[in-house]
T-cell receptor, first 111, second 115 residues
Framework: GEDVEQSLFLSVREGDSSVINCTYT??????LYWYKQEPGAGLQLLTY?????DMKQDQRLTVLLNKKDKHLSLRIADTQTGDSAIYFC???????????FGSGTRLSIRP | GAVVSQHPSRVICKSGTSVKIECRSL??????MFWYRQFPKKSLMLMAT?????????EQGVEKDKFLINHASLTLSTLTVTSAHPEDSSFYIC???????????FGPGTRLTVL
């Protein structure tokens, strides 16, 4: 079945860029998402990209998609303490309502 | 923006009791609502999808008689964990969508602890 994988932890220094990586298996994925979850809270959609795009930029966030390798990344420029959270990669194909989530990457910021 | 609330945010109950969790879309009509379960350090696992006025569609391995879902209106869905056991302790998150293929808006989650 479909699978989405990402590393569990990432630690970066405040002010540096964070890059969170994700791989997925479903070749018919149409939408790829990044969600942010702060402690004890639900998920907030950060950004998404259609499968026919290679890159999307939104302020400090840059999403890169390598469809051939089924690899998605999220870059957060100038990482701040408020960026500390768990980041989930997720995918959905256009014929399904179901979203498949990765296990989440916990981003911690060190001074 | 679209706001989804959940109530309660935390609940502690004794083994064998039933617990009801509410999910409400506050400023839009949600034809479809989704219920997820999140284990510590794990991903969100979809439990079921419910469309207003219809029976919920459960994912494989989810007991429909244990996790009762009702979606009687366009703004409210409920998940009832019946005869709860300690292994049902988890973080339950709902999401709501204007239709099955639209963006899902997530609630803040409910932490269930069964003693």
């Amino acid at each position: 079945g479909e699978d989405v994988e990402q590393s569990l932890f990432l630690s970066v220094r405040e002010g540096d860029s964070s890059v969170i990586n994700c791989t997925y298996t479903d070749s018919s994925s149409t939408y790829l998402y990044w969600y942010k979850q702060e402690p004890g809270a639900g998920l907030q959609l950060l950004t998404y990209i259609f499968s026919n795009m290679d890159m999307k930029q939104d302020q400090r966030l840059t999403v890169l998609l390598n469809k051939k390798d089924k690899h998605l990344s999220l870059r957060i420029a100038d990482t701040q303490t408020g960026d500390s959270a768990i980041y989930f990669c997720a995918e959905r194909d256009s014929s399904a309502s179901k979203i498949i989530f990765g296990s989440g990457t916990r981003l911690s910021i060190r001074p | 923006g679209a706001v989804v609330s959940q109530h309660p945010s935390r609940v502690i109950c004794k083994s064998g009791t039933s617990v009801k969790i509410e999910c409400r879309s506050l400023d839009f009509q949600a034809t479809t609502m989704f219920w997820y379960r999140q284990f510590p350090k794990k991903s969100l696992m979809l439990m079921a999808t419910s469309n207003e006025g219809s029976k919920a569609t459960y994912e494989q391995g989810v007991e429909k008689d244990k996790f009762l879902i009702n979606h009687a209106s366009l703004t409210l869905s409920t998940l009832t964990v019946t005869s709860a056991h300690p292994e049902d302790s988890s973080f339950y998150i709902c999401s709501a969508s204007r239709n099955s293929y639209n963006e899902q808006f997530f609630g803040p989650g409910t932490r269930l602890t069964v003693l």
